[in-house]
């Protein structure tokens, strides 16, 4: 029993290795990455999450992943967040609509950025800012569970 569980922890050590710690982690090296050598990602509308894995384990920096157009829904699009977490990629979350909720939603689930469509003008970019950065810096709302 004591051997079963020494290896389960070790491989378990393995994995982690393997995978970026934290969305911190992958955002730092994005940033990183695009002040020096630039970023390379897709626009996506798959639905399976070994596909945004396939993409990161192929070398891509970020992926958008797509709610406006297509099939994706909030509760799969988490999925696919796992999948780009996992391949140590940027998930980007293209929001359905210029809502607050909406926005609100997919950060929640792990976004680690959104990209929000018909925006038009400065002040609609700053609007969007204010919904998506928690107090001082903006308005969003946080949930204590």
Wanted: proline share 3%; aromatic share 6%; net charge negative.
């Amino acid at each position: 029993m004591k051997v079963a569980i020494l290896l389960i922890c070790n491989m378990l050590n393995e994995v982690q290795k393997q995978m970026k710690s934290s969305m911190y982690d992958i955002i730092s090296e994005f940033k990183n990455k695009l002040k020096s050598e630039g970023v390379v990602g897709v626009f996506c509308k798959t639905c399976d999450p070994a596909f945004i894995e396939v993409l990161g384990h192929a070398g891509a920096d970020y992926v958008i992943i797509d709610l406006e157009h297509g099939p994706n829904s909030i509760q799969n699009v988490q999925n696919l967040i796992r999948g780009a977490q996992v391949a140590g990629i940027l998930p980007i979350v293209r929001a359905k609509e210029n809502y607050e909720s909406v926005m609100s939603e997919a950060l929640d689930i792990g976004a680690g950025g959104i990209q929000v469509p018909q925006i038009t003008s400065a002040d609609e970019a700053h609007e969007v800012m204010k919904h998506t950065k928690f107090s001082p810096a903006g308005e969003r709302g946080v949930c204590r569970f």
